[in-house]
């Protein structure tokens, strides 16, 4: 029996366990090793570059507590990242990356549309889109053929 926050996976309850882990048909290796590998460079350079791309990141943005926020952010970015490239809960780890991406898009990209317009906004999103629109893929097709999601639900 694995227990995931208040869900409970087990024979007694193969719906819930069907809804988390039930993945298409969909080839999906390629997007996650995309995604996975990414956002597992990203949040390990948030302990390795920590002025630059960890609390000093954070606190340039203007976040309160930044070491606390850029730990919290590169954990969850390293724990999601190695999810999704097993393809392991990879729906639910999708969409706490997906809450990371909104986040970095509120914080950091909006002023840029606002305050250089549109073609700036987009030349500086271009990753973050690319990242998020895998992200939503994975979100609706699950880990896909070749992911521990799929073994788990046979």
């Not at 949040?43 to 990141?57: D, I, S």
């Not at 500086?124 to 699950?142: H, S």
Request: a positive charge.
């Amino acid at each position: 029996m694995v227990e995931i926050a208040k869900f409970t996976l087990s024979k007694e309850n193969p719906t819930m366990k069907k809804k988390i882990l039930n993945t298409s048909s969909t080839p999906t290796l390629l997007p996650r090793l995309v995604v996975g590998l990414v956002f597992l460079s990203e949040g390990m350079q948030k302990f390795l570059f920590p002025g630059a791309l960890g609390e000093g990141r954070f606190a340039k943005i203007g976040f309160g507590h930044p070491e606390f926020w850029a730990s919290f952010t590169g954990t969850f970015e390293i724990i999601c990242a190695i999810l999704v490239l097993v393809g392991l809960l990879t729906r639910p780890a999708s969409l706490i990356l997906i809450v990371i991406m909104g986040v970095a898009f509120i914080t950091t990209k909006y002023a840029i549309l606002m305050d250089k317009g549109f073609w700036s906004f987009a030349h500086e999103y271009r990753t973050d889109f690319a990242m998020t629109v895998l992200l939503i893929f994975l979100l609706f097709y699950g880990g896909g053929n070749c992911s521990l999601d799929q073994r788990l639900i046979q």
